[in-house]
């Protein structure tokens, strides 16, 4: 299972294995799009793909931090009932949990609603477990946030600052609040307590990542590559050129809310177990990446030049000032 190997940090391929698996199961997805959209314009309706990420609402203040999409798939699929919401706040499935890829299509197409996945059928079973894998503590505290679509409500976990998953998904900063554990993220800073210190991490963090050594991975996936690609590039639209240039470019290092999550509390609490076992990363200054036990992985990084040291690490915040 490659969202295993993953989380347990298996080197060479562990981190590579999962994020080309996910790209092309998204791109499955949205291929899946266009011919569903392709089949309602043949029966004479409207109809359009929806592309599943990196398309926001740049017309919303703020749209930078909150990457408000065009049309939340999210939203759709907890509404029509095609999946429920989490408390981690990712859609999924009795049997499968958190591990699916959504994908839809608007459409003039008349097609009769469905309702929500009733709250005692949904795959989540509210171990928190989510919470404990998300480095930064996203969705940390213990207050819900609610939202209510077509007059059902549906409740997940508040979301604290959504800067500190762009710090760890974006792959800035990896080790954990614990210092045990870390995701794929070389960065090593300290646990942020207040928004003006993420604020500032995210600042620190973006600089510093600028200069890290190449890793020489392999990265993304390249769709002039794919069989369909004429269908597929069509389908993009205007953004074409942006959208292919970002699948080629995404690197993966966390995802850890959604990929701990199987649909069974024994997988999911092995994945938990495997996680925050799975050692701390470090890249040497060749750019190479290595996976440490924690301790192993605190006493190399404090041997490293203090150069090197201060593209991963740097206090801020009350310490910074003293
Ligand atoms: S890990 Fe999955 S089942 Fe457990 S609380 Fe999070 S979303 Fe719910
Ligand atoms: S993707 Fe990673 S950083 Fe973002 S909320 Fe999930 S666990 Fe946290």
Not at 84 to 111: D, P, Q
Not at 274 to 284: E, M, R
Request: with cysteine; aromatic share 8%.
């Amino acid at each position: 299972m490659k969202a295993r190997a993953f989380l347990q940090k298996d080197l060479p391929n562990g981190r590579r294995g999962h994020e080309e698996d996910n790209i092309l199961t998204n791109i499955k997805s949205y291929q899946i799009a266009i011919k569903t959209a392709v089949f309602l314009q043949e029966m004479g309706f409207k109809a359009k793909p929806i592309f599943p990420n990196f398309k926001y609402r740049e017309d919303v203040p703020g749209w930078e931090v909150n990457m408000i999409p065009e049309l939340s798939l999210k939203l759709i699929a907890i509404r029509s009932g095609t999946g429920s919401l989490g408390f981690s706040g990712n859609v999924g499935l009795k049997g499968y949990g958190a591990l699916i890829i959504l994908g839809g299509v608007v459409t003039s197409a008349k097609l009769t609603p469905t309702d929500p996945i009733p709250n005692e059928d949904s795959f989540c079973i509210e171990c928190k477990l989510c919470q404990k894998v998300c480095a930064l503590r996203m969705f940390g505290s213990d207050e819900v946030d609610s939202m209510t679509i077509g007059g059902y409500t549906f409740n997940c976990a508040k979301r604290v600052n959504l800067a500190r998953c762009q710090i760890v998904c974006g792959g800035l900063s990896g080790l954990d609040k614990s210092r045990k554990w870390s995701t794929w993220s070389p960065g090593r800073y300290p646990f942020p307590e207040t928004d003006k210190e993420v604020m500032k991490l995210l600042a620190i963090s973006i600089n510093n990542a600028l200069k890290w050594p190449e890793t020489g991975d392999e990265i993304g996936v390249d769709v002039t590559e794919l069989d369909d690609y004429d269908s597929f590039l069509n389908a993009l639209g205007d953004d074409k050129e942006k959208l292919v240039q970002m699948i080629k470019e995404t690197k993966l290092t966390c995802g850890n809310c959604q990929l701990i999550c199987w649909g069974d509390p024994k997988e999911t609490a092995e994945n938990y177990r495997i996680l925050t076992n799975s050692g701390c990363v470090l890249q040497k200054e060749n750019g190479e990446i290595i996976v440490l036990p924690p301790e192993d992985a605190d006493k190399l990084f404090s041997k490293m030049p203090l150069k090197h040291q201060k593209l991963y690490y740097k206090e801020f915040g009350r310490k910074s000032k003293k």
